[in-house]
């Protein structure tokens, strides 16, 4: 089965600074796809940035953008230029890339992240 | 809609009772899922709908949880005989599916009920 493990429940980043958060993960699948979501209190998820494992380049969306090591199945978000409304909670999770019953994702347990000035 | 709707937001309900929770998924979406988040957790998979597909309900805790989609759209989940442990945000999410994803993305989320049993 697959697991996602998110090491720090909790982070803290002074405005403008840049943080990394950590995500490892568990498959025995090469073609694979990973995210990052964000949770502000609104509770809604909104999709941050996401990765093929396919491919080797790490994605970058602006101020956001990931290390992903597939041979070290790491998997890690760094927030450049942190702003106060970059506050949330943030999960890392996996799918593959199949429809039916394997297209669900696996969320780790979540990163709160706060944000100071 | 032009998002996934969920009501209602908020429900507090006494231990024993049943409660119903809709989401209303994007048009067009015919991948519709529920998802569970209990505090300090990350989001638990309960059951998945695929078009007339029969449903995937691997992630459902117990025989209280049930869930429907009536004519492909909206989906109701239930929970009978409401224990305190089922106290969470239940998160409903919709997506194009029917064929091997071309966006990873895919998913919308609504914002969830909070469900709270006394």
């Known amino acids: 089965a697959q697991t996602v493990t998110q090491s720090q429940p909790e982070m803290s980043v002074q405005e403008a600074e840049t943080v990394t958060l950590s995500c490892t993960y568990d498959?025995?699948?090469?073609?694979?796809?990973l995210f990052w979501y964000k949770q502000p209190p609104s509770r809604q998820m909104i999709l941050v940035i996401r990765?093929?494992?396919?491919?080797?380049q790490n994605a970058t969306e602006n101020r956001f953008s990931v290390n992903f090591q597939k041979a070290a199945k790491s998997f890690s978000l760094k927030i450049s230029d942190s702003q106060l409304g970059d506050a949330a909670m943030y999960f890392c999770?996996?799918?593959?890339?199949?429809?039916?019953?394997?297209?669900?994702?696996?969320f780790g347990t979540g990163t709160r992240l706060q944000v100071t000035l | 809609g032009a998002g996934v709707s969920q009501s209602p937001s908020n429900k507090v309900t006494e231990k024993g009772k049943d409660v119903e929770l809709r989401c209303d998924p994007i048009?067009?979406?015919?991948?519709l899922y529920w998802y569970r988040q209990s505090l300090g957790q990350g989001l638990e998979f309960l059951i998945y709908?695929?078009?007339?597909?029969?449903?995937?309900k691997s992630g459902l805790p117990s025989d209280r949880f049930s869930a429907e989609r009536t004519g492909g759209s909206v989906s109701t989940l239930t929970i009978q005989r409401t224990q305190q442990e089922d106290s969470a945000v239940y998160l409903c999410?919709?997506?194009?599916?029917?064929?091997?994803?071309?966006?990873?993305?895919?998913?919308?989320f609504g914002s969830g009920t909070r469900l709270t049993v006394v």
């Open positions: 999410a919709s997506s194009l599916s029917g064929q091997r994803l071309l966006l990873p993305g895919g998913y919308t």
């Open positions: 498959t025995s699948e090469s073609d694979y796809y």
């Open positions: 990765q093929e494992a396919y491919k080797q």
């Open positions: 999770a996996y799918r593959i890339p199949l429809t039916g019953t394997a297209s669900k994702l696996t």
């Open positions: 048009s067009g979406h015919t991948a």
């Open positions: 709908f695929q078009g007339n597909s029969a449903p995937d």
